[in-house]
């Protein structure tokens, strides 16, 4: 099944770069580029299995200590905000402003998967935190709410994930990486962490989570790259 993703993902980066021409920068999802996405996107959600579940790996598999990329659209890694909270909100039946030690004491889950970059490069790490379902149940997120979108204070990087993804066993809000407290340079406080995308659809320092009727984008998403991104 992973195979047949990739060469879905495949085929669609073949059929947009003949596309090229009959595309705008400044409207990525026009012309034949947004069919293909279209039809690629519909051909990863059914392929897509809310229930299967990534291998997890034994520690010895893990990434040595500092070649795993970090990454940040700032000049640097972003400070987190005085009194940083997340901000949980949309079609919601308590919105809520959580600090991290609540986020804590909420129920903890690990996942030890291989990570996977659009430019071809994977990498291991242990990272630990809460289920977003657990957070979506907590403030009563409606069925509408059919996509879930990400903000960061790292210069308005963001990202928007359909339901089925986000609420994934192995889609987490981490806040802790190799057994330590997440650090500055891999998204602390929070970040969002999954099995089943693509790296850059991974949020982190995240300040803000919102459940949502309708689609929205990404800040690499909204340049042109596959907004399902699924591995």
Known sequence: MADGRILT???FVAVAVGSLAACSSERPRAGLLGVA????????RMLFDPQRLAPELPTSATTKAGELPAYYISPGPPPAPPGWRLRVGGLVVTPVAL????????????VRVRHHCVEGWSAVASWH???LRDVAERVGAAREARYVELRSFDS???SSWDRESAFHPQTILAYG?????????????????????????MVKYIDELKFLPTKTGGYWEDRGYEWFAGV
């Open 156 to 158: 308005g990087y963001y």
């Open 177 to 201: 990486m190799n057994g330590e407290p997440l650090s500055p340079h891999y998204g602390a406080p929070l970040r969002l962490y999954g099995a089943v995308k693509l790296g850059y659809k």
């Open 9 to 11: 993902r495949r085929a």
């Open 37 to 44: 996405e279209r039809w690629n996107e519909r051909v990863q």
């Open 129 to 131: 935190g809460v289920r």
């Open 99 to 110: 600090s991290l030690e609540e986020l804590q004491r909420m129920p903890r889950t690990d």
